[in-house]
């Protein structure tokens, strides 16, 4: 099974997909990325940009899931509803594909990869490079956000 694990915003998009093979005990990490876009773009070509990365990536990935992340209310409405919007970008490339959508919220994710829905970003963080084959190296927020909420939609489908 092959997931494809978002990480929705409009300045960074944390992308990553995970194939979970039978037998095996960790999933593995195939790809992840942390896509940006530039503040100096209108932002309908920064939503057009994230469609067409996410359109790629589905077409050379093959996932059967989106994993994606709920939104979290805020203070900053502006924000919010842009990341609602880039959330509905990356959604209709998935239901173009044919992909199930699987959604989560940060309280899930925290449970699925560390077991304490109140942990830590750095205690996720930490066990996500635990529980997946992956590049140690990578340190970017968004990137191994996707991977966890990949991981929390593969925890969830078993």
Known sequence: MIILGVDPGFERLGIAILEKQKGSKKEQV??????????????????????KEVKKIIKKYKPEILAIETLFLTTNQKTVMRVAEARGVVMYEASLAKLKIFETSPPQIKIATTGYGKANKEQVMKMVKILVEINNAKESDDELDAIAIALTASAHIR
Do not use: Q
């Open 30 to 51: 195939l790809f992840s990325e942390c896509f940006k876009t530039s503040v100096k773009l209108e932002f309908s070509k920064r939503l057009s940009l994230i469609g």
